[in-house]
């Protein structure tokens, strides 16, 4: 089979029946042109280009190939001119995966933003606790919490988060507060992802650690609704800062053994490969950084 490139070559000379002509337009010296068309016609068997001092014309098998080739090269420069365009322009159809607590109003509101300012990006969204094989779903970028699974994924951090004890005064109202992590087992806790309404909160103060189990009457999938309970004095809650900074500014929740918080979890994108990164994915990624999540602080 004749190498494609001789072809391509040849298509150029014969469009501006000229050896030096072809050779500006490719980019390459005259005499690579000249040696692709010869190599060409030895691959072939037949004489493409009639050669004279004055003038360069195509021979009747010439004629023949170019009228064959010329329509086909045409649309396959086409079709690579439509890829390289995708890849630089962000448009197409972005497929993300987010776990349950991201699925709430904040999130969605940044999203409908980002599908605005890029209008010819499209959204498929998976809200999900699995952790889907992003290869096999055809997935263009996960984000994940805490720590990842060792993998052949690319994960960029983007955020971190850490959480802290806190009640509001009307729960601790009569209520004697905990005065050590061990403590809270004696307390009602408003529960994140629990089973049968008792979960294990991890908490460090230094380089010491306590992992102990805590139950209580409400149990959630997201924050918002953890958040929402602790506000209303349901128990104890164990809530991102970003969450409850305000509100233990404001008095409205008191934080318990301020010694004492969540480990830092840290927030990634999750992507399948760092080669030929589509443009949709690109600008995704900047705008994921730059958004001030109610869920993580942004990574500067």
Known sequence: MADLN?????????????????AHALGMPVSTVSRK??????????????????????????RAYYNQCSEPLSDLFDAERVL??????????????????????????????FLKTYPRIQADLFITNLFLDLIAENVDVAIRFGELRDSSLI?????????????????LHGRLPPSRPEDLRQHQCVLLQARNNEVEWHLVNG??????????????????????????GHGIGLLPSTYCDAQIASGELVRLLPDWSSPEI???????????????LQVFLEELKAWKSPLWIPLR
């Open 266 to 280: 840290f927030v990634h994108a999750v992507y399948p490969t760092r080669r030929f990164l589509p443009a949709k």
């Open 37 to 62: 068309v010869t190599a060409l016609e030895e691959r072939l068997g037949v004489t493409l280009l009639q050669r004279t001092t004055r003038k360069l014309s195509l021979t009747a098998q010439g």
């Open 84 to 113: 390289t365009q995708t890849q630089k322009k962000p448009e197409g159809l972005l497929r993300i995966s987010a776990p349950v607590i991201l699925g709430q109003e904040a999130f969605y509101e940044f999203l409908s933003s």
């Open 155 to 171: 994960a960029q951090r983007i955020g971190k988060s850490v959480r802290y004890v806190v009640a509001a005064p009307e729960y």
């Open 207 to 232: 380089k010491k650690s306590i992992k102990l189990h805590v139950s209580g009457p409400v149990a959630a999938r997201d924050f918002q609704a953890v958040s929402a309970f602790t506000y209303r």
């Open 6 to 22: 001789d072809i391509a070559v040849f298509v150029r000379v014969a469009q501006f029946e000229s050896f030096s002509r072809a």
